[in-house]
């Protein structure tokens, strides 16, 4: 599995070609999940709801049968654990020609927590419908990506910084570089691409860039951005994650969130 290549290509799917993802997907991408981690410590559970059976849609779905749920107690760098493990399940199911879309507000939101078994103590910032990609895209989808402008990224020079938040990063390391490329391709809340990452030496320091308003959810819906961020960087170079404040000055709307050391 080149995981370059995935996230290059892995593309959010709102229109499925109405046929059910065969067993024999279902169990590779279920025997996957029971694998995935993640270096925040947090664990993240998943659950497959049958469409039909448990009565779940979204209205900007079409054509699926199945849908991915994912689950983690309310305690801290829940949110980006959340991001980084549904990322990594997000990215395996695209290496089996399944389709996914991040959903955390277009759903009866009650409904899917109950199908889902969300206990007190847990949230389940976002669901996923699963199912093999229609050959063209519903109106309604590609309103919807023109909208957010779905096939746009920030400049680079504008994400990542050299010792503080006014220097652009200029990197020499192929490996780094691929890795800043995959967080910039990352997915995010409608598109608003939070992450941000400051390089000191080696250390690479992410912060949230506060954007959105919360909305009165539980948690952070950035910081699970953040969190994907995290999963694509450390998918291509690797390192450990830490969380040691840097004395590196920000301004009031951005927050650190955590240290990769490559």
Not at 69 to 95: I, N
Not at 127 to 145: D, H
Not at 187 to 202: E, F, H, L, T
Not at 231 to 255: Q, R, Y
């Amino acid at each position: 599995m080149d995981m370059m290549e995935l996230i290059r290509t892995r593309k959010s799917v709102r229109t499925f070609d109405g046929n059910a993802v065969t067993e024999n997907d279902i169990k590779k991408l279920t025997e996957y999940i029971e694998t995935i981690t993640n270096p925040f410590g947090v664990p993240v559970g998943f659950v497959l709801l049958d469409a039909k059976e448990h009565s779940l849609s979204s209205p900007v779905i079409q054509g699926e049968h199945l849908y991915i749920a994912g689950k983690v107690p309310k305690t801290e760098h829940c949110a980006e654990a959340f991001g980084y493990s549904f990322e990594k399940m997000v990215l395996y199911a695209w290496s089996l020609g399944i389709g996914t879309t991040w959903i955390g507000g277009t759903m009866k939101r009650e409904q899917f927590e109950k199908e889902a078994g969300v206990r007190e103590g847990e949230i389940m910032p976002c669901i996923s419908p699963l199912g093999y990609p229609a050959k063209k895209r519903s109106i309604k989808e590609i309103g919807m990506r023109t909208a957010i402008r779905a096939d746009k990224r920030i400049k680079s020079e504008e994400l990542f910084f050299e010792n503080d938040l006014g220097t652009p990063l200029r990197c020499d390391d192929v490996t780094v570089r691929n890795a800043l490329e995959a967080v910039r391709l990352a997915p995010s809340a409608v598109n608003k691409q939070p992450w941000r990452i400051v390089k000191c030496g080696n250390d690479y320091h992410f912060y949230e860039k506060h954007t959105l308003a919360s909305g009165g959810a539980a948690w952070d819906v950035q910081k699970v951005d953040v969190g994907i961020a995290i999963c694509h960087f450390m998918s291509i170079a690797g390192g450990t994650l830490s969380f040691e404040k840097p004395e590196t000055a920000v301004g009031k709307d951005t927050e650190y969130i955590a240290t990769v050391t490559l």
